[in-house]
């Protein structure tokens, strides 16, 4: 019995061997799930991140606690790794072009900026022809009430930076809540959206290598409780057509930030009569996605490895789906008693090991690996570079 | 959109609940993969390992770095830890006895002390009507060139104790080779085997968990290069009654020892016009197996979580395949390229994070997944407890 053993073609940049050290900022479930692929790949992993109990720490190589505006610690930091990402996007900018100067930091800097900024990320996607809601940008109560007029309709009041899991918004049902609306946000730059009535929350995670080579995998449906992500199915119960339309998006905008790694592209699925159903995109964030757990147990390639792939220089995997997938986050207590996930023979239980259980926090996920819908590929791997 | 979410039943005993921590002995790659599936379950874990550069100590949340007879350093560690295992059957049984005295350790001492011993081994496997090679005891050169008369055929001598990737092995052909197998075993207490004249190597990977439940994963066909397994593939290409029998076999084995944890069980496929297949084990190892790395990949639960949940008395996870597949091993310089198997889609890439390409050393493997060659279940769970 012989096993075919294929030889090696020249690559540049050349990826980075086993046991190089890739830097994560930040020490969540993500920097942890992070962690754990490249630990299977072979490399050694230092995670900075400012919380002292950081559950990414448990399984990294080396650990920086540090605050992010830390010069002397990030340029430590940068010296003891050869590459560096991030499991959120609110990393301050100065900090990732501080670090760009040590180590190649993917993804870069523009992607973080266009992404930390409400305003800017509208700027960009609109420049780039995809759809978002109408918007105004908000400095003040005076504007708010003006233009909460004009939209003459439900809108919702964002923070410009700093929102997630619905944090920093406000909806405002008429001019009359704007008062209310702007306290919410503290007088925060914001921008104010038209409330778009979608039938449904779908998100695409897509990647691109530093071939420039990009792949998508199927777009999950997802719903949320009190503005957190609770469930995500994939694929979403949605047209093929407008499945790859979903997966061809959030590939555009990676090749439009020529972006290195994964990166999450939240939509809303509107449905008119006229015009069919159009896709409408709500946030992108730069970097591996709740939405994406699914693909640690249901596709071939998970995203935190797909994320370690293209920012160490290797090419993508496969994003084929082997199952469909149901996957419930765990907030606050709802991690308490796993034994009834453990008990059931297709469901996959992944926990965070955070100590304590605070309402909202997300605690952990399962996912429950379902028959494969149909063969169709998910998202096959384009290879431009 | 909403989730089925199950309720919790009481059992005894109690599963240890997230963020208790695991302790192995033993800090290689097979503690390194069960570390990951720990950490992936919520656990923290505590490697106990004499060599520094142990590379299960890159994802642990805790180390020790101590020889496996320091007594000090191992009562530390069991205070420090919840439930004790080791990735390899060579921690001696004082040890685990002393561990014993602290914290639970699975599988037990007597798991231990049968597997350590080939002679006490096959005892144990004839006792409970399971076919091994033809053995005598041998203690001296006499007994040696006098048993391999008696044998009249080729023979294998084998130390009772620390064999393993074929060390501590010496084959006869004949009488004469006495003298020289005698020197390879360095005079060490060791087993005269007759050499079977297999038509195959297999093995199983079977599991049993707290509450006396039981599973097995499809056997597979093992290749081995200079002693040291190259290729694996699952399943074995056998008759399916076949399968069954091996996979009952190592069913039967589990419940024998009372076993708690997962054990490889090696066997020798025979065949011959009389009898049809005969399966005759070669060797028990009381841990998670090299030839069981293709379930990382392609099974629902793999057998490092799967270790993991018994341990911890959680109940046993599925053992069905998703696809078939070939799991190559990466000895020595082998995986110092990686480039090939990263661009290859459906191949998934482990790398052990070893400083040192030694020749002989286990330094990663890869799986290719090829498609599921039929949908017959690979192990039901058998739940008795």
Chains 1, 2 share one sequence.
């Not at 540049?12 to 046991?19: G, I, S, T, V």
């Not at 309709?153 to 008429?174: E, H, I, M």
């Not at 390639?301 to 994003?319: K, P, S």
Request: net charge negative.
């Amino acid at each position: 019995m012989t096993a075919h053993r294929p030889t090696s073609k020249p690559t540049a940049p050349r990826p980075l061997p086993p046991l190089s050290t890739v830097g994560i900022l930040g020490g969540g479930q993500l920097g942890r799930m992070l962690a754990g692929a490249a630990a299977r790949l072979g490399f050694r992993t230092h995670i900075f991140a400012p919380e002292k109990d950081s559950p990414a720490f448990d399984i990294a190589t080396a650990k920086t606690v540090a605050v992010y505006d830390d010069e002397t610690a990030l340029d430590a930091f940068a010296a003891a790794v050869d590459v560096i990402t991030y499991e959120f996007e609110n990393v301050p900018v100065e900090a990732a072009f501080r670090l760009a100067h040590h180590r190649p930091v993917f993804p870069d800097a523009n992607a973080l900026s266009v992404a930390q900024d409400r305003l800017k990320e509208r700027i960009f996607l609109n420049n780039w022809d995809i759809e978002t809601a109408p918007h105004a940008t908000i400095d003040s109560l005076d504007a708010l009430v003006c233009e909460s007029e004009a939209f003459n309709g439900p809108c919702v009041l964002k923070t410009r930076r700093f929102g997630y899991d619905g944090k920093g918004q406000a909806k405002l049902n008429s001019p009359s809540d704007a008062a209310r609306a702007w306290e919410t946000v503290a007088g925060a730059r914001s921008i104010l959206e038209a409330f778009v009535p979608f039938e449904m929350e779908i998100s695409v995670i897509a990647c691109r290598d530093r071939y420039g080579a990009t792949a998508a995998y199927a777009a999950t449906h997802n719903t949320h409780v009190n503005h957190i992500l609770s469930v995500s199915r994939a694929p979403a119960p949605i047209a093929p057509e407008t499945q790859a339309r979903a997966r061809a998006l959030a590939v555009r905008i990676v090749d439009a930030l020529n972006y290195v790694g994964v990166i999450g592209v939240e939509m809303f699925l509107v449905r008119s009569k006229e015009e069919g159903d159009r896709l409408i995109v709500n946030e992108i964030a730069p970097r591996v996605h709740n939405s994406g757990h699914w693909t640690l147990d249901a596709a071939v390639t998970d995203q935190f490895e797909q994320h370690i792939r293209a920012i160490t220089g290797h090419h993508l995997g496969d994003t084929k789906r082997t199952a469909d997938a149901e996957m419930l986050n765990l907030i606050g207590d709802e991690a308490e008693d796993l034994t009834p996930f453990f008990s059931e023979p297709r469901v996959k239980v992944h926990h965070y090991g955070k100590a304590e259980a605070r309402p909202g926090r997300k605690m952990g996920h399962v996912t429950r690996l379902l028959p494969l819908s149909n063969g169709r590929p998910d998202g096959s791997i384009s290879r431009n570079g």
